[in-house]
């Protein structure tokens, strides 16, 4: 039977530059991420109303946590 690895929601934002820094962010320290709701801009029409998830191992999510409040960003949850 297959392993299935679970996510854990680290943040929640409708500001793609912010998904997209804190991805940057977490890269840097080796830390995996994952975007989600991705594709909900066909959606809602590419305005932006519904928020992106980044998802993190949960071995991870503390780690990732730290580097999220010492760069100041809000995890949106």
Do not use: W, Y
């Given at each position: 039977?297959?392993?299935?690895?679970?996510?854990?929601?680290?943040?929640?934002?409708?500001?793609?530059?912010?998904?997209?820094?804190?991805?940057?962010?977490?890269?840097?320290?080796?830390?995996?991420?994952?975007?989600?709701?991705?594709?909900?801009?066909v959606?809602?029409?590419?305005?932006?109303?519904?928020?992106?998830r980044?998802?993190?191992?949960p071995?991870?999510?503390?780690?990732?946590?730290?580097?999220?409040?010492?760069?100041?960003?809000?995890?949106?949850?």
């Amino acid at each position: 039977m297959a392993q299935i690895n679970l996510m854990k929601e680290l943040l929640r934002s409708t500001d793609m530059t912010i998904i997209a820094f804190a991805t940057a962010l977490l890269r840097g320290e080796d830390i995996a991420c994952f975007e989600m709701d991705v594709n909900m801009s066909v959606l809602e029409g590419g305005i932006g109303i519904f928020p992106r998830r980044l998802m993190v191992h949960p071995d991870d999510h503390d780690a990732a946590c730290r580097v999220m409040r010492d760069n100041e960003i809000p995890l949106g949850l």
